[in-house]
């Protein structure tokens, strides 16, 4: 698995220089009440994905994950699993019972060398429901330039959104942003994408619809993909 992941992100690091990536990080609690149980004894595949669950349990794992992962992880492996080089780009984990062993095995055991802990183990502190939540998150990141060919026509949006806010023709909006959104891939080979695309068709749907969120999303997601 190192060396599949490795490939993927196009690193020569060994294992005793990815562990001394992590650095000393104090694990900060993850609310995970609102996901289903998934029982005591550790899973070796992700309960949590989108044809498991359902879109509900699995968005709701999404946003708990990246809560999770930002509070965790992104100290190390990068602000949105976009990793600056120290450590691998979990994104490129592949989304199947492979990936999900290799990260789960890391997670609760972590990695310590020389009586030294690189990487904290997470498992009895955060338990599995974190795991798995994070997990859900990191898989659904979109790949590198995955976006690249719609940031016009997303900037666009955006600035109609901001300009028009519920004036603005949402449902075509919403159409449109849910195409583009369906196109975008994964770093994973995960089906879905977690991108500002989808994020902000969500956000405009339905009589909640909140158009100046979803104009703050797409900024968001736009500066950080360049």
Known sequence: MFKTLLA???????VASFALAHGDVTPQAVDTKALPDVGEEWLTENPYRVEAVGEDVWLKAVEIGDSGYNQNCARCHGLGVVSG???PDLRYLEAE???DEWFVERFQTGYTQNGITKM???GELLGQKAAWAIRTYVETR????AMDEYSDRLKEIRDELQTKGKDADLPALETELREIAGKIETGSGAPVADSVAFRAANLISGDK???VHAAEQLTIGLS???
């Open 8 to 14: 993927a992100t196009g690193l020569t690091m060994t």
């Open 97 to 99: 019972e492979y990936g």
């Open 120 to 122: 904290p183990a997470f």
């Open 85 to 87: 080089g120290l450590a």
């Open 224 to 226: 950080a993909a360049h």
């Open 142 to 145: 979109p790949d590198d330039g």
């Open 209 to 211: 619809a909140d158009p």
